[in-house]
């Protein structure tokens, strides 16, 4: 019997990328675009430099194309970060947002990285907790703007 997941994404797969090609690049920094997360300084060299030094890099494909992603950075060992999740619109409410979670977490537990963080943008909290995160009291984001002048 399928599951309720598999239902609500249809024939969604799932895949780590390793080394991504010229077209793979293309088709990714066109969902970082889509995501609003690619500036004029960015290129696809510094993309595959990106993946390649993500502990891993999920991508979700519906009927070939590229719908959504997930990545980890870590140290290897111990603790990890999950970012950049992006659906596209169109394919948002239907747990493809969820499964890729689920999956980087998964992915990160079996390496043996139990430490798993991460920054929710405003708004997506709720997502988050869906997928099993919890927001940690008193804890700030801090960015780092330069040394003190
Ligand atoms: C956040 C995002 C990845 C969610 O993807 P999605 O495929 O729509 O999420 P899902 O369908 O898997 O939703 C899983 C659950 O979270 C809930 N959810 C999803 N987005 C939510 C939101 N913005 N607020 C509250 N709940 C939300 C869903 O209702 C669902 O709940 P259910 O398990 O009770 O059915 C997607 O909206 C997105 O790409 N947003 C823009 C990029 C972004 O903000 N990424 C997060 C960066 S920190």
């Known amino acids: 019997m399928k599951s309720r997941q598999a239902e609500r994404t249809g024939p969604v797969r799932y895949g780590f990328l390793r080394r991504p090609g010229r077209a793979v690049l293309r088709e990714l920094a066109e969902l970082y675009r889509a995501a609003g997360w690619w500036d004029r300084k960015d290129t696809n060299a510094r993309l595959r430099a990106l993946v390649g030094g993500s502990h891993c890099f999920?991508?979700?494909?519906?009927?070939?194309?590229?719908?959504?992603?997930?990545?980890?950075?870590?140290?290897?060992?111990?603790?990890?970060?999950?970012?950049?999740?992006?659906?596209?619109?169109?394919?948002?409410?239907?747990?493809l947002g969820a499964q890729l979670v689920r999956r980087l977490a998964r992915r990160l537990a079996a390496d043996g990285l139990g430490w798993i963080g991460l920054v929710a943008v405003p708004g997506a909290e709720a997502f988050y907790e869906r997928c099993g995160f919890r927001i940690a009291p008193g804890h700030k984001l801090m960015l780092f703007r330069g040394p003190r002048p």
């Not at 290897?76 to 970060?81: F, I, L, P, Q």
């Open 58 to 95: 999920l991508t979700a494909r519906r009927g070939g194309r590229l719908v959504g992603m997930g990545r980890a950075i870590g140290d290897g060992a111990s603790d990890a970060y999950i970012q950049d999740v992006f659906v596209r619109p169109e394919w948002r409410g239907r747990g």
